[in-house]
């Protein structure tokens, strides 16, 4: 198995128990890498509301199962405009794109 954390990987924290997917990987050239993740649940289902993403040291996390979410677009090829109804493959939430952000 590769252990290397990627982003759509499910992972808990050692020391908190926290767990979801990797929506983020921030690979520092001198410190430690930091994880974000996302859980899956919506906090409040009836309102959907998203929880909020947690940040962690790479060396905290332990990868539950490789590849959960596989992304099926990248920014580069996206068609996606603003107004488009979405829905996020994190959770269950959908809504309009209101803002549209690329970054290397």
């Given at each position: 198995?590769?252990?290397?954390?990627?982003?759509?990987?499910?992972?808990?924290?050692?020391?908190t128990?926290?767990t979801?997917?990797v929506?983020?990987?921030?690979?520092?050239?001198?410190?430690?890498?930091?994880?974000?993740?996302?859980?899956r649940?919506?906090?409040?289902?009836?309102?959907n509301?998203?929880?909020?993403?947690?940040?962690?040291?790479e060396?905290?996390?332990?990868?539950l199962?490789?590849k959960?979410?596989v992304?099926?677009?990248?920014?580069?090829?996206?068609?996606?405009?603003?107004?488009?109804?979405?829905?996020?493959?994190y959770?269950p939430?959908?809504?309009?794109?209101?803002?549209?952000?690329?970054s290397a």
């Amino acid at each position: 198995m590769n252990n290397m954390v990627e982003v759509g990987d499910t992972v808990r924290d050692v020391i908190t128990g926290f767990t979801g997917i990797v929506k983020v990987v921030v690979r520092w050239h001198h410190a430690c890498n930091r994880i974000i993740v996302q859980p899956r649940d919506l906090e409040d289902k009836k309102a959907n509301y998203v929880q909020a993403t947690h940040t962690f040291d790479e060396p905290e996390i332990e990868i539950l199962q490789k590849k959960t979410i596989v992304l099926s677009v990248t920014p580069e090829t996206t068609n996606l405009k603003i107004g488009d109804l979405v829905k996020d493959t994190y959770t269950p939430f959908q809504g309009k794109i209101a803002v549209s952000c690329f970054s290397a």
